[in-house]
C-alpha cells in the first residue's frame, strides 16, 4: 500500500494534477480495501507472506522508474491546490509525489544532446536541451536504477512466478535508457545500463546456484517437492494449457455464497460452479475458495479504459499520425504497469489449482490502471458536464461496490477464521450462515462450545 499510494500519488501529479484530488484519495482506499487485499489479511500464513512480498518489491521498483513529476526541480514547488506539511518530511515527500527530485543535465550533456538532435533533424527537441539549467535528465539516476534492479531482484526472489514479468520489464527499461541515450553519448548510458542490470544478473546466478544446491538442477525450484496433501512428483505437469478454462473463469467469474446475516457473502470453493462448457483436468484443485474479481470488484473493470487508450496510441504511431508528446511517457507507464501486472499473474493461470491470493498476483496493478482509467475517462469529459457527472457517479458506485465486498468478504477469510476463533462475537453480530441464495454445504451452529470440547487450535 506504501508503493501502491506513492505511485498512484506521482502519477497523478506528473499526468492528471487537473483531475479532482477526491479521485486519487477513493482510489488508493479501494486498491487497500478491496478483494482480494483485504482478504489477506485474515490470515497471516506464509503464502500471502511470498505474494506480498513479490508485489512490495515490484511496485517499489515501478515507483522508482516513473517519470519524474511536473514539480520544479530546483526549488520544489508543489501543484496549485496540494497543500504540504514541511514539518513532517514523509508527509512532505508524500504529497510532493517524489522523494527524489529530478537530477539536472551538466552543460556537458546538454550541448552534446541539442547537437545530436540537429543533425538528426529534429528542431523543435533542441528547444528542450537549449538552456542548460533547465535541462533535466531524462532518465533516473544510477543509484535509482541501481534500487530498481534489486527491487526487482527481490520481487523473483519472493515469488519465483515473477520472474516473467521482471524479464518482460527489464527489457522494457533497458530498451528506453538505449532510445532515450542516443541523444547524450554511451559515456552516460553506460553505468545506468550497468547499474541496472547487475542486480539482476547477479540474483539470477546466486538463484541458480542456490537451486543446484538444493535440488540439482539450476531451474528447479522445489514446487513438485512440497509436502502437500496432493503428490506433485506424480502429477504429469504442475503447469498446463488445460488449466488456464477453469483457472480464468474461477479468478474472474466465480460466485460467492449469499448469507442470511452477517457477513452477507462468502468467498465459494469450486464445487458446482463450474458451467458445463468448461472441462477440469483430471489433477486440477479447486477446492479453495475464491470470489470473481469482475463479481466483487468491479471498479477493476475501467482497468479497459487505459489499455484501450495505449492501443488508439500505438495505432496512432504506427499509422504515422504525430501523436502528442506528451503522451508518450503515460504510454510508457500503463505499458510498465500493464507487463508488470498482466505477466506477474499469467503464470498462476496455468498452474494446477487455483485460490483466492492468487489474485494478488494481479490485483495491485490493475488498480493503478484502473485508478488511470478514471483520470483518462474524467479528462475526456470535462467539456461535457452531465456526462462527467455520470461517469463520476458510475465511478463512486463501483468504489463502494467493491470496498463493501472487500471487507464483508474479508471477515472471514481462509476456513472461517471469524468464525472459528470467536463464535460469541460472530453469533452477536447477527452470523446465522443459512443460506439464501446459491447453496451451502454446511450450517455450523454457532454460540459457545461446551466446556468438555477442545479445538484443533487449543490442541495445537
Given at each position: 500500500?506504501?508503493?501502491?499510494?506513492?505511485?498512484?500519488?506521482?502519477?497523478w501529479d506528473r499526468f492528471f494534477s487537473d483531475r479532482p484530488f477526491w479521485t486519487l484519495f477513493f482510489g488508493i482506499v479501494v486498491a487497500g480495501l478491496s478483494t482480494p487485499l483485504a482478504y489477506l489479511l485474515a490470515r497471516s500464513?506464509?503464502?500471502?507472506?511470498?505474494?506480498?512480498?513479490?508485489?512490495?518489491?515490484?511496485?517499489?521498483?515501478?515507483?522508482?522508474?516513473?517519470?519524474?513529476?511536473?514539480?520544479?526541480?530546483?526549488?520544489?514547488?508543489?501543484?496549485?491546490?496540494?497543500?504540504?506539511?514541511?514539518?513532517?518530511?514523509?508527509?512532505?515527500?508524500?504529497?510532493?509525489?517524489?522523494?527524489?527530485?529530478?537530477?539536472?543535465?551538466?552543460?556537458?550533456?546538454?550541448?552534446?544532446?541539442?547537437?545530436?538532435?540537429?543533425?538528426?533533424?529534429?528542431?523543435?527537441?533542441?528547444?528542450?536541451?537549449?538552456?542548460?539549467?533547465?535541462?533535466?535528465?531524462?532518465?533516473?539516476?544510477?543509484?535509482?536504477?541501481?534500487?530498481?534492479?534489486?527491487?526487482?531482484?527481490?520481487?523473483?526472489?519472493?515469488?519465483?512466478?515473477?520472474?516473467?514479468?521482471?524479464?518482460?520489464?527489464?527489457?522494457?527499461?533497458?530498451?528506453?535508457?538505449?532510445?532515450r541515450g542516443r541523444s547524450i553519448g554511451f559515456r552516460w548510458l553506460a553505468p545506468r545500463l550497468l547499474a541496472f542490470g547487475a542486480p539482476l544478473l547477479i540474483s539470477a546466478a546466486l538463484l541458480a546456484t542456490y537451486n543446484h544446491?538444493?535440488?540439482?538442477?539450476?531451474?528447479?525450484?522445489?514446487?513438485?517437492?512440497?509436502?502437500?496433501g496432493n503428490n506433485y512428483k506424480a502429477t504429469p505437469a504442475l503447469f498446463s494449457l488445460a488449466n488456464l478454462p477453469p483457472s480464468l473463469y474461477s479468478y474472474t467469474l466465480r460466485p460467492v455464497y449469499l448469507l442470511a446475516g452477517?457477513?452477507?457473502?462468502?468467498?465459494?470453493?469450486?464445487?458446482?460452479?463450474?458451467?458445463?462448457?468448461?472441462?477440469?483436468?483430471?489433477?486440477?484443485?479447486?477446492?479453495?475458495?475464491?470470489?470473481?474479481?469482475?463479481?466483487?470488484?468491479?471498479?477493476?473493470?475501467?482497468?479497459?479504459?487505459?489499455?484501450?487508450?495505449?492501443?488508439?496510441?500505438?495505432?496512432?504511431?504506427?499509422?504515422?499520425?504525430?501523436?502528442?508528446?506528451?503522451?508518450?511517457?503515460?504510454?510508457?507507464?500503463?505499458?510498465?504497469?500493464?507487463?508488470?501486472?498482466?505477466?506477474?499473474?499469467?503464470?498462476?493461470?496455468?498452474?494446477?489449482?487455483?485460490?483466492?491470493?492468487?489474485?494478488?498476483?494481479?490485483?495491485?496493478?490493475?488498480?493503478?490502471?484502473?485508478?488511470?482509467?478514471?483520470?483518462?475517462?474524467?479528462?475526456?469529459?470535462?467539456?461535457?458536464?452531465?456526462?462527467?457527472?455520470?461517469?463520476?457517479?458510475?465511478?463512486?458506485?463501483?468504489?463502494?461496490?467493491?470496498?463493501?465486498?472487500?471487507?464483508?468478504?474479508?471477515?472471514?477469510?481462509?476456513?472461517?477464521?471469524?468464525?472459528?476463533?470467536?463464535?460469541?462475537?460472530?453469533?452477536?453480530?447477527?452470523?446465522?450462515?443459512?443460506?439464501?441464495?446459491?447453496?451451502?454445504?454446511?450450517?455450523?451452529?454457532?454460540?459457545?462450545?461446551?466446556?468438555?470440547?477442545?479445538?484443533?487450535?487449543?490442541?495445537?
Amino acid at each position: 500500500m506504501l508503493f501502491l499510494s506513492l505511485i498512484a500519488r506521482r502519477l497523478w501529479d506528473r499526468f492528471f494534477s487537473d483531475r479532482p484530488f477526491w479521485t486519487l484519495f477513493f482510489g488508493i482506499v479501494v486498491a487497500g480495501l478491496s478483494t482480494p487485499l483485504a482478504y489477506l489479511l485474515a490470515r497471516s500464513a506464509v503464502y500471502e507472506a511470498a505474494i506480498m512480498g513479490g508485489q512490495f518489491f515490484l511496485l517499489g521498483a515501478i515507483w522508482l522508474l516513473l517519470p519524474g513529476s511536473k514539480q520544479n526541480s530546483r526549488t520544489g514547488l508543489q501543484p496549485a491546490g496540494v497543500k504540504v506539511d514541511r514539518a513532517d518530511p514523509l508527509i512532505g515527500a508524500f504529497m510532493g509525489g517524489s522523494v527524489f527530485r529530478e537530477r539536472l543535465l551538466s552543460p556537458e550533456h546538454t550541448a552534446h544532446a541539442a547537437k545530436v538532435m540537429r543533425r538528426a533533424g529534429r528542431p523543435w527537441q533542441c528547444a528542450r536541451t537549449a538552456a542548460p539549467q533547465e535541462r533535466s535528465d531524462p532518465v533516473p539516476s544510477p543509484i535509482r536504477l541501481a534500487l530498481a534492479g534489486l527491487m526487482l531482484s527481490l520481487a523473483v526472489g519472493s515469488r519465483v512466478s515473477l520472474a516473467i514479468a521482471v524479464i518482460a520489464v527489464g527489457l522494457v527499461v533497458c530498451t528506453w535508457l538505449a532510445l532515450r541515450g542516443r541523444s547524450i553519448g554511451f559515456r552516460w548510458l553506460a553505468p545506468r545500463l550497468l547499474a541496472f542490470g547487475a542486480p539482476l544478473l547477479i540474483s539470477a546466478a546466486l538463484l541458480a546456484t542456490y537451486n543446484h544446491a538444493r535440488f540439482g538442477n539450476w531451474i528447479e525450484f522445489g514446487q513438485k517437492y512440497q509436502l502437500t496433501g496432493n503428490n506433485y512428483k506424480a502429477t504429469p505437469a504442475l503447469f498446463s494449457l488445460a488449466n488456464l478454462p477453469p483457472s480464468l473463469y474461477s479468478y474472474t467469474l466465480r460466485p460467492v455464497y449469499l448469507l442470511a446475516g452477517f457477513p452477507f457473502v462468502e468467498a465459494r470453493k469450486g464445487d458446482g460452479t463450474f458451467p458445463a462448457f468448461i472441462r477440469l483436468p483430471e489433477h486440477y484443485e479447486y477446492n479453495e475458495p475464491i470470489a470473481g474479481l469482475l463479481l466483487v470488484t468491479p471498479f477493476a473493470w475501467l482497468a479497459v479504459i487505459p489499455v484501450g487508450w495505449t492501443l488508439l496510441f500505438a495505432r496512432r504511431v504506427w499509422m504515422k499520425k504525430s501523436p502528442s508528446h506528451a503522451d508518450r511517457p503515460l504510454a510508457r507507464v500503463i505499458l510498465l504497469v500493464g507487463l508488470a501486472a498482466g505477466l506477474g499473474f499469467a503464470p498462476v493461470l496455468f498452474m494446477v489449482g487455483s485460490t483466492m491470493r492468487y489474485l494478488a498476483d494481479l490485483a495491485p496493478g490493475l488498480m493503478v490502471l484502473a485508478l488511470l482509467g478514471v483520470w483518462i475517462r474524467g479528462r475526456s469529459l470535462s467539456g461535457n458536464r452531465r456526462g462527467s457527472r455520470i461517469f463520476h457517479g458510475a465511478v463512486l458506485t463501483m468504489a463502494v461496490w467493491s470496498v463493501g465486498f472487500g471487507l464483508l468478504l474479508s471477515v472471514n477469510g481462509y476456513y472461517q477464521h471469524f468464525r472459528s476463533f470467536n463464535p460469541e462475537l460472530a453469533a452477536r453480530l447477527g452470523y446465522r450462515s443459512i443460506p439464501q441464495v446459491l447453496g451451502h454445504p454446511d450450517e455450523p451452529e454457532i454460540g459457545p462450545r461446551p466446556a468438555n470440547e477442545t479445538s484443533h487450535a487449543d490442541a495445537d
